[in-house]
């Protein structure tokens, strides 16, 4: 039994987590290192699909970062006091904006129109901030002294080249750790219902393999939430969470049945 766990290879566990929960009994009895492995994995394809892809093609469209200060970006200067731009300028850059209009001496949310996640700039400030359904919730707004040194301009946006890249793969990193954080506190929650139906039906599983199998269970609702996100929502998200959580509940029911000890009848749920 132990050398048929040691076969499981990264592309069974994931073709059986997202296709085949009747055969999640293979994945149970794998070490804690496989998990882990398997955890690493997933939250790189979600962060990816959600982040990864936009990025690339960001970088793509502009250049690189070093064509987009020099080239891409309006003519700037900032002199230590304020910004000055040969017009405005909005940048996507996966769901974040960067929104800079030197009209305004201090620029608020109130001043943007559209939804969406920014970085705004004006003559004097930054904010950070989304604005959704016409409210702002600002979380951040400093002086542009704070950001930038004294005589800033393009060619010295330039230099800062790698400090974009590092600054990219830092936010990767950050959206890898929340996404493995979000799966551990949604199987958690699904844990509770299927340790129930694990004692009821005599699986025999322990809580840690309920918990496995909750985990197992959940990757193709968070990959098809991931696609949908990189879609622009093309299917509402509300109703995409429906639907996951049925797919979610189904596969992870699915999963601890396959565990049944035919020889013992079940118990009563409650």
């Avoid at 301009?153 to 830092?170: G, Q, R």
């Avoid at 959580?245 to 000890?261: A, E, K, T, Y």
Wanted: charged share 15%.
């Amino acid at each position: 039994m132990e050398e048929d766990y040691k076969k499981v290879t990264m592309a069974d566990q994931i073709a059986i987590a997202v296709s085949s929960p009747k055969n999640y009994k293979q994945l149970t009895g794998l070490k804690t290192g496989k998990l882990v492995a398997f955890m690493f994995v997933i939250t790189f394809l979600l962060v990816f699909i959600e982040f990864g892809i936009s990025a690339i093609t960001f970088i793509a469209k502009t250049g690189g970062f070093k064509n987009l200060a020099l080239n891409k970006i309006p003519a700037f200067t900032y002199d230590g006091a304020k910004l000055e731009m040969d017009g405005n300028l909005e940048l996507s850059i996966g769901e974040m904006i960067i929104y800079i209009d030197t009209e305004k001496e201090k620029l608020s949310l109130d001043d943007i129109e559209e939804d969406g996640a920014y970085i705004a700039m004006g003559r004097e400030n930054i904010i950070m901030g989304i604005i959704s359904g016409g409210q702002n919730y600002e979380y951040m707004n400093y002086a542009l002294s704070l950001l930038f040194p004294v005589s800033f301009d393009n060619s010295k946006l330039a230099e800062l080249a790698p400090s974009f890249y590092i600054y990219l793969v830092i936010v990767y990193i950050a959206n890898m750790i929340g996404k493995a954080i979000k799966i551990l506190l949604y199987a958690l929650i699904f844990s509770i219902v299927g340790r129930a139906v694990a004692g009821n039906f005599q699986t025999g599983l322990s809580y840690g393999q309920v918990y496995k199998v909750c985990i197992y269970g959940l990757t193709l609702s968070m990959l098809l939430a991931a696609v949908n996100f990189a879609a622009g929502y093309f299917v509402p998200e509300a109703l995409l969470m429906m639907i996951n959580v049925f797919l979610s509940f189904m596969f992870i029911n699915r999963g601890i049945l396959s565990h049944i000890d035919m020889t013992k009848p079940p118990q009563d749920l409650f």
